[in-house]
């Protein structure tokens, strides 16, 4: 689970990491990442919309993608705030799935530390 620290809570964040930071997209996600110069923790926000499916289902993959995020959280730089966005298809997508995609993503767009 992501501790508060690591969160977008704020509505404007989302927008601004959508809009101007860089994105990569798969068929189950779209990751868009936006490195900051604050000397602060990575924050990262989720959105899945009813297109997912019902509640249940959209908490599930929300759920997955925090875990996935949870993980990869030492070699996201600091400063960084990234949103995920689910896509239909990962309503049907298992744990592994959306961790192939969300990985490729990351790999692409950050300077990940080693």
Not at 1 to 25: I, S
Not at 70 to 97: M, W
């Amino acid at each position: 689970m992501l501790a508060r620290p690591h969160r977008l809570t704020d509505g404007a964040d989302y927008r601004l990491v959508v809009r101007r930071g860089q994105r990569c997209g798969g068929p189950r996600v779209i990751v868009s990442l936006l490195p900051r110069s604050d000397q602060r923790a990575a924050r990262f926000g989720f959105i899945v919309s009813k297109q997912v499916g019902t509640a249940v289902v959209r908490n599930t993959v929300r759920r997955r993608l925090k875990a996935i995020c949870a993980d990869l959280l030492s070699a996201i730089p600091e400063g960084t705030d990234v949103v995920i966005r689910a896509l239909p298809a990962s309503a049907t997508a298992d744990f592994g799935d959306l961790r192939a995609d969300v990985d490729r993503c990351f790999r692409r767009l950050s300077p990940v530390k080693s």
